[in-house]
């Protein structure tokens, strides 16, 4: 059975480009995340540049199974 780190590595050499979010609405984080995931995108980066942005993270970890989310802009 492959570990974690296998699975991601080949999830991501697999995706041509990691998709970079900056949600300004939470609501709009699941959906865009499911179409992304649909489209053959399913690893995605949301920055953390809103206020919003760890609410988007969660909802999309919980919410969307084909994704794979990570934060970026990871200032403090």
């Known amino acids: 059975m492959?570990?974690?780190?296998?699975?991601l590595l080949s999830l991501l050499n697999g995706q041509p480009v990691?998709?970079?979010?900056?949600?300004?609405?939470?609501?709009?984080a699941v959906?865009?995340?499911r179409a992304l995931a649909r489209g053959g995108l399913p690893a995605i980066e949301i920055t953390l540049r809103t206020a919003?942005?760890?609410?988007?993270?969660?909802l999309v970890?919980?919410?969307?199974?084909d994704a794979v989310v990570g934060a970026g802009t990871i200032l403090d």
């Open 2 to 7: 492959p570990s974690k780190t296998e699975k």
């Open 52 to 58: 919003d942005a760890l609410e988007a993270i969660r």
């Open 31 to 33: 959906p865009l995340a």
């Open 61 to 65: 970890a919980s919410k969307v199974e």
């Open 18 to 28: 990691i998709p970079v979010l900056k949600i300004a609405n939470v609501a709009d």
